[in-house]
Protein backbone atom coordinates (compact mmCIF):
# COMPACT_ATOMS: atom_id res chain seq x y z
CA UNK A 1 0.00 0.00 0.00
CA UNK A 2 3.01 2.51 0.33
CA UNK A 3 4.60 2.15 -2.76
CA UNK A 4 1.27 2.61 -4.00
CA UNK A 5 0.55 6.16 -2.15
CA UNK A 6 4.38 7.08 -2.86
CA UNK A 7 3.42 6.85 -6.79
CA UNK A 8 0.50 8.93 -6.24
CA UNK A 9 2.55 11.72 -4.90
CA UNK A 10 5.43 10.99 -7.58
CA UNK A 11 2.63 11.17 -9.80
CA UNK A 12 1.06 14.33 -9.02
CA UNK A 13 4.63 16.22 -8.25
CA UNK A 14 5.98 15.35 -11.91
CA UNK A 15 1.95 16.41 -13.12
CA UNK A 16 2.51 19.71 -11.31
CA UNK A 17 6.29 20.44 -12.44
CA UNK A 18 5.23 19.18 -16.35
CA UNK A 19 2.23 21.68 -16.18
CA UNK A 20 4.42 24.14 -15.02
CA UNK A 21 7.00 23.85 -17.59
CA UNK A 22 4.83 23.69 -20.46
CA UNK A 23 3.41 27.05 -19.29
CA UNK A 24 6.72 28.61 -19.07
CA UNK A 25 8.86 26.64 -21.67
CA UNK A 26 6.43 25.58 -24.13
CA UNK A 27 4.94 22.22 -24.47
CA UNK A 28 7.35 20.94 -27.45
CA UNK A 29 10.61 22.11 -24.87
CA UNK A 30 13.15 19.54 -23.49
CA UNK A 31 12.24 19.78 -19.82
CA UNK A 32 8.59 19.56 -20.55
CA UNK A 33 9.10 16.52 -22.70
CA UNK A 34 10.75 14.59 -20.25
CA UNK A 35 8.49 15.42 -17.13
CA UNK A 36 6.07 13.88 -19.91
CA UNK A 37 8.05 10.54 -20.29
CA UNK A 38 9.00 10.67 -16.39
CA UNK A 39 5.21 10.99 -15.36
CA UNK A 40 4.10 8.29 -18.36
CA UNK A 41 6.65 6.03 -16.17
CA UNK A 42 5.32 6.67 -13.06
CA UNK A 43 1.71 5.96 -14.31
CA UNK A 44 2.89 2.66 -15.72
CA UNK A 45 4.21 1.64 -12.30
CA UNK A 46 1.41 2.20 -10.35
CA UNK A 47 -0.83 0.81 -12.86
CA UNK A 48 1.20 -2.12 -12.92
CA UNK A 49 1.03 -2.23 -9.22
CA UNK A 50 -2.35 -1.74 -9.03
CA UNK A 51 -3.03 -5.02 -10.88
CA UNK A 52 -1.16 -6.46 -8.97
CA UNK A 53 -2.69 -6.34 -6.09
CA UNK A 54 -6.18 -6.65 -7.61
CA UNK A 55 -4.86 -10.21 -8.37
Known amino acids: ?6 LKEKIEDTRHRMVASAATCGMNSLETLALSQELDYYIAAYQSNYQKTKS
Open 1 to 6: MAVTFE
